[in-house]
């Protein structure tokens, strides 16, 4: 059963930073995509950055240049650097993983999700 948990969530002030992790478990050989989504009050879940296997990174536009993720491919966890926080950053942060291949070898193709972590930005 592949699990994903994250952490490093909390309360901070606009123009402070966090870092959150996310570890993947479930005899796991191999993960193809790791992501980070968030939910804020009433929207839609919206894809925050995303890892690829090979080292491919993406970053929606509201988070560009102040968003960091980078991937520990040993460990099966992802983590996401935030820097200059602002008050629009406020949701909850729930981490992703897609294209899963498990011991011995077999390959699931779907998402997994993490339960999230709440990060509030205050002003």
């Known amino acids: 059963q592949v699990q994903l948990v994250e952490s490093g969530g909390g309360l901070v002030r606009a123009g402070e930073s966090l870092n959150l992790s996310c570890e993947a478990s479930?005899?796991?050989?191999?993960?193809?995509?790791m992501s980070w989504y968030r939910q804020a009050p009433g929207k839609q879940r919206d894809l925050v950055a995303a890892?690829?296997?090979?080292?491919?990174?993406n970053y929606s536009d509201s988070v560009k240049g102040r968003f960091t993720i980078s991937r520990d491919s040993a460990k099966n966890t992802v983590y996401l650097q935030m820097n200059s926080l602002e008050p629009e950053d406020t949701a909850i942060y729930y981490c992703?993983?897609?294209?899963?291949?498990?011991?011995?070898?077999?390959?699931?193709?779907?998402?997994?999700w993490g339960r999230g972590t709440q990060v509030t930005v205050s002003s």
């Open positions: 479930g005899n796991i050989r191999q993960i193809n995509v």
């Open positions: 890892h690829t296997r090979v080292g491919t990174t």
């Open positions: 992703a993983a897609t294209g899963i291949t498990v011991e011995p070898e077999r390959f699931i193709p779907n998402q997994f």
